[in-house]
């Protein structure tokens, strides 16, 4: 493709995306050139935009175009719960269940000592900041929503640590068995953590 530079650097730049190799991204790339220029144009112009004007809360560190989101100016959310997530899609996430009425901390990662990701990485001090602000001095748990994986499981014990002389209660999200599943065909870790887990 040395005769197609801008074609070879739309494949590249789409490959930054998480789980986007080589021939997926040339798959965009020809059908974005091929059938949808349009399509291609209103896409480089949304990045664009998004890239200019998209940035973190000051209060949850989620992202806004605001300076402090919707979700922390909502006088309507208990401020005595702080939901403490890895990304905005998990924070998203939440949201979409209805069930949960509080604030957020959105970490935008996880601890990864291998990957090189330490505390700073994550915007811990940010969070702690946060929880030990004298003006809010309604915050009475902190709910840690981390992934179940070993750096969501990391985070969340290096959060707790953090918090123990606290006087603020500090709760993980439940793990179990999901509704609909039949249990011979769910993992025994998943089995496991739901019999200690149980009510």
Request: glycine share 8%; proline share 4%.
């Amino acid at each position: 493709m040395a005769d197609n530079l801008s074609l070879e650097r739309l494949v590249q730049a789409l490959r930054r995306l998480p789980g986007v190799g080589v021939k997926s991204a040339q798959r965009m790339a020809f059908h974005l050139l091929q059938h949808d220029r349009e399509g291609a144009r209103v896409l480089a112009g949304a990045l664009q935009d998004a890239a200019g004007s998209v940035h973190h809360c000051a209060m949850c560190h989620t992202f806004t175009e605001a300076e402090i989101c919707s979700t922390c100016e909502d006088p309507a959310r208990d401020r005595s719960q702080l939901c403490v997530v890895e990304t905005p899609a998990d924070q998203a996430a939440m949201e979409r269940t209805g069930a949960y009425k509080g604030l957020y901390f959105v970490l935008m990662g996880k601890l990864s000592p291998l990957d090189g990701v330490g505390p700073r990485d994550i915007g811990l001090d940010k969070l702690l900041d946060r929880i030990m602000d004298t003006d809010a001095p309604v915050l009475r748990e902190v709910i840690l929503a981390t992934n179940f994986t070993a750096e969501g499981e990391t985070t969340a014990h290096v959060i707790t640590q953090a918090l123990r002389d606290r006087d603020i209660k500090v709760t993980r999200l439940a793990r179990g068995v999901p509704v609909g599943s039949e249990l011979e065909y769910v993992d025994l870790g998943t089995i496991a953590h739901a019999l200690v887990d149980r009510r």
